[in-house]
Nanobody
């Protein structure tokens, strides 16, 4: 399984971005897909995840209501729609995937597959 994240960029506070995680090697519909981020000088943190077994999503509190995970199985792609962005959302964003059944997966070690990150910068 390979993952490729894209869609990062520079945006003003209050703006929106949509990140994409293109999955290859296995149907995205058979994988839980999560998004993590790492800000400069900080540890990687969980952002959001989508289950492959049930139609469920789970978000960290600070992005609840602003970020949304969307799946497009026909394109084998999972998106992270980010609205009302804040400067504190600035980070490198990573997508990760796993075939397991545990839910929700909020820790890095619970994911077997990782893509390279994409940088999101939110200016104030």
């Amino acid at each position: 399984v390979q993952l490729q994240a894209s869609g990062g960029g520079l945006v003003q506070a209050g703006g929106s971005l949509r990140l994409s995680c293109a999955v290859s090697g296995r149907p995205a519909s058979s994988l839980s897909v999560g998004w993590f981020r790492q800000a400069p000088g900080k540890e990687r943190e969980f952002v959001a995840t989508s289950s492959w077994r049930i139609p469920a999503t789970y978000y960290r509190d600070s992005v609840q209501g602003r970020f949304t995970i969307l799946r497009e199985n026909a394109k084998n792609t999972v998106y992270l729609q980010m609205d009302t962005l804040r400067p504190e959302d600035t980070a490198v964003y990573y997508c990760a995937a796993d075939r397991g059944t545990k839910w929700p997966k909020t820790r890095s070690h619970e994911y077997d597959y990782w893509g390279l990150g994409t940088l999101v910068t939110v200016s104030s």
